[in-house]
């Protein structure tokens, strides 16, 4: 049996990547010493899967940011203004990537003057260099199908005015790469996954018509992932691919499809069953067992989406224990799984050490279990999930005591990490440091940001976050049931890279994690200080979750957790409390007809949970990083809170429309200024957003605040900003 990987991970085992494109950023590395980083991973990487035996190996899967810019930069989709600005085109990438000079960046977009062409190299550049390093690869490519849904037209064209010239220049690469001696090229069209109507359906099969009449003797594969091509599937078996990759991981039903509707005999299905989103073992009786029913005579051993969502190797992992590392397998790993699940494939693999091996990882892992946790996510009932009394009687309550002014000035929580610290921090994890020491200089931090916000004249204040290194790996860390790695890294997105800690086990609380430092920092003042606390859905979306239970029954362990931690700061005093929920809508499907369903119909419950239990004059504050849930709001005005902020200051403010017709009950702050940029807003700036903030929201509902933490900023500029928030805040009372 053969076997295929969409894609290797891309950063550098160590994140070479990283931290070359930032020295690059900074000028401390030419372009050329980049690029030749680069191409050092890139034939790291092919040489790893050369050795492991992969048969269907990806070039063109590199990217220095994301795979669909460099689509739109192979195709010519630039946008005038970046290619006057007369830098190189590495640096223009860069701008597109990253904003230039006032732009956002992250532009993928299609203005009228936009001439689609194939300007660029690099599939072809990749396919070559890899063929000169002795490895035969399939070049990946972003289907032209995937990239046109994906892209946002700023002028008057539409898909169906562009799609016959894209289609026309992905035949010219194909031809191209073909006379160059690409045997395999794959079209990647991860859209198919979502919900498609009719007019999508014939673009499709338009399109591919197209590309598959002029295959130029090149074999070509579509490759679709992050779940299942329901709405596809008939068309796309009756199209002439020569090679069908579906993923049988996230694709509920990939396998059900294949079984009703067969599978064409002259075709090849590649059987995405290794999972490339999580870190886990793969089972290799379920897999085995898929491979047995799908009935289909040609079929490759895949992975279900690019490995570059799981870390380089384990190897990497010098302080886990074996009981623990047994478990896992990441990118490397997953390459000896591939081997084994092919090599057991079709013989008498109940008898084979190999497969009783994989098996004994089944049986139970150490510390995994608690029973007391497994008791108390069974006995939760419905009313746990009501907060009473309701909404309209608690705003009354709250506003009675708390005595706020109208809109009401704060800010979402951290303070800036200067280097001092991030030090006492690094000493202190290091042993270099005592606890007291550590504990002491964190007092003398929140004491003075008390000071500092009293005098700046906020009126809900924070402690600062100055403890924590991270929301969700700072959480992690006081709880049980958590594994954390050394250097697993994997892309976030861009240059970021983000080491999800891994949920091992039943989750629990040690002890009160945060009601030190919140009790201290109200000791320091009279005015209301706000708890500070990362809810469930965070937690888990930025972690590696388990596999042996549901996502649902993990988020509902970790609410029980943090439900803990509330009361306890309500017990000690704290009468304001901010559950963070930044990444809720990171983990909704891409198929928006499973969004309840399979997500927010756990999801927002579970928020829920953690705050139902406190008293009516507990005001529960959540935060969402970004304002892009104009679509969910009714599941985001459920999570029941008091009071929401979020990002607004860098979308159109098309949100607070939104609000409105939604009738949104929860009050509102939607950040008046973007923290991402050093820049002091002006107090005029501020009270123009509010102003047109007012035409949308009840000013009884409205909030003051920055649109998030503040720990990325320096202390001038945060200052100087928070009086002018201030500043705008009374004016517009007066
Ligand atoms: N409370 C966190 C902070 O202020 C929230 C961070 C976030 O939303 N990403 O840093
Ligand atoms: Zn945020």
Known sequence: MNTSVIGYPRIGKDRELKFA???????????????????TIRKEDLLKQKEAGITYISSNDFSFYDNVLDTAFLFNVIPQRYKDLGLSELETYFALARGYQGDKGNVKALDDDTKIALTGSKPLDEFIEAKELGVDTKVALVGPFTFLKLAKFTGSKKISDVYSVLTAEYIKLVSLLASSGAKVIEFDEPYLVRDLNSDDIDLFKEIYSLILSNKNGAKILLQTYFGDIRDAYNEVISLDFDLIGLDFVEGRKTLELVKTNGFPADKILVAGLVNGKNIWRNDYKKTLSVLNELGVANVVLGTSCSLLHVPYTLANETKLSEDYKKHFAFAEEKLTELNEIASLFGGDFENNEIFKKNQSLFEGRVDSEDKEVQAKVAAITDADYVRLPVFEEREKIQKGILNLPL???????????????????????????????????????????????????????????????????????????????????????????????????DVSRKAPITVFWSKFAKSCTDKPVKGMLTGPVTILNWSFPREDISIKESILQIALAIRDEVLDLEANGINIIQIDEAALREKLPLRKSDWYSEYLDFAIPAFRLVHSKVKPETQIHTHMCYSEFTDIIPAIDAMDADVITFEASRSDLQILDSLKENNFKTEVGPGVYDIHSPRVPSVEEIVNALTKMRAKIEDNKLWVNPDCGLKTRGNEETVKSLKNLVAAAKQIRG
Not at 439 to 452: D, P, R, S, T, W
């Open 21 to 39: 494109s930032e020295k690059f950023f900074n000028g401390e590395l030419d372009e050329a010493g980049l690029l030749n980083v680069a191409k």
């Open 407 to 505: 809109f009401p000035t704060t800010t979402i929580g951290s303070f800036p990490q200067t280097a001092d610290v991030r030090k006492n921090r690094q000493e202190f994890k290091k042993g270099l440091k005592s606890k007291e020491e550590y504990v002491e200089f964190n007092k003398q931090k929140i004491a003075e940001c008390i000071k500092l916000q009293e005098e700046i004249g906020l009126d809900v204040l924070v402690h600062g976050e100055f403890e924590r290194n991270d929301m969700v790996e700072y959480f992690g860390e006081n709880l049980n049931g958590y594994v954390f790695t050394e250097k697993a890294w994997v892309q976030s997105y861009g240059t970021r890279n983000v080491k999800p800690p891994i949920i091992w086990g």
